[in-house]
Structure formats: structure tokens, C-alpha cells
């Protein structure tokens, strides 16, 4: 089983731009969407090996838009690796006939799965984030740039 979360919790949570005054969500870049706003706590579980960075200022849209390229990367066939602009750790993911070998370099823990599971597992991470957070926020829902995270 894999589970992809985050939680809006943590010291870091309000340090978001989405809380600064006049922010207009609709208009934000993608590149700020995906640095500097919604600063949330991941998890990442894979058969109950815990794989989520332990911080808790992941910009959730950064962790999205990594997810999708890392898929695109696996289903050519090819490693890809998740890196943080605030560290030099990463999630590892190694193709291996049809399945994901995911490590990282913050802990130990390392797991195999499905890609197709590890994909569904994203789909459904990513429509809860634009669920709930264009529910929160509904100017962000008008926001073109997250059109790129439904393909």
C-alpha cells in the first residue's frame, strides 16, 4: 500500500505567502506556487516504510510537480531523483520491470512497489491537494498554472 499526505501542521505552516496580506492565488507563477507557498508536513509510506522528508517546510505544489516528473522519467524507463532547494537530500526512484525501487538520502528506510500503484497513489495525492486547497482557497482553483498538474 502507499500513502502520499501532508498536513498542514507544523512550525512552518504559516510561513507560507499564501499568508500575507492581498495575495491574489489566482495569479501566483508557477515557480513561486512551487517554492513558496503551502509549506506543509509529507508523508510518504510505501508498505509501511516511511520515505517523507523530516521537515516540515515541503512546499506541497514543489513535491507535486516533482512527483509527475518523476513518473514521466519511470515510464521511459530512466532513475529520477526528487531534490530539495533547501538541503541536498533526495528520493531516489529506480526503475526495475515495472516496479519502483525508492530510497532516499535522510534515512534508511527503502522500498519496491508497483509503478502503476505508485501512480495511483499520486493521482489521488495531488486530488486531494487541489481539492482541499482550492476548497480553502478559492482563488487559487483559478489559477491556470495548475492545469499542468491535471494532464
Known amino acids: 500500500m502507499i500513502k502520499i499526505e501532508y498536513r498542514r501542521t507544523g512550525p512552518y505552516v504559516d510561513r507560507g505567502r499564501e499568508h500575507q496580506e492581498e495575495v491574489d492565488l489566482a495569479v501566483v507563477t ?8 503551502f509549506l506543509s508536513d ?3 509510506t510505501i508498505h509501511e516504510k516511511e520515505l517523507a522528508p523530516p521537515w516540515s517546510w515541503t512546499p506541497v505544489f514543489d513535491f507535486l510537480w516533482s ?4 513518473l514521466e522519467h ?5 532513475h529520477s531523483t526528487i531534490g ?17 525501487r525508492i530510497s532516499c538520502t535522510y534515512a534508511t528506510a527503502e522500498a519496491v512497489c508497483e509503478l502503476a500503484d505508485l501512480k495511483d497513489a499520486w493521482q489521488v495525492f495531488r486530488q486531494t491537494v487541489l481539492s482541499e486547497l482550492s476548497g480553502e482557497h478559492p482563488r487559487l482553483a483559478a489559477n491556470s498554472v495548475l492545469a499542468e498538474l491535471r494532464l
Do not use: C, H, Q
Open 30 to 37: 508557477r515557480a513561486d506556487l512551487r517554492w513558496y507557498y
Open 42 to 44: 509529507l508523508s510518504f
Open 67 to 70: 512527483m509527475k516528473g518523476v
Open 74 to 78: 519511470l515510464d521511459r524507463g530512466e
Open 84 to 100: 530539495f532547494t533547501e538541503n541536498a537530500e533526495l528520493i531516489e526512484f529506480v526503475p526495475e520491470d515495472g516496479k519502483v
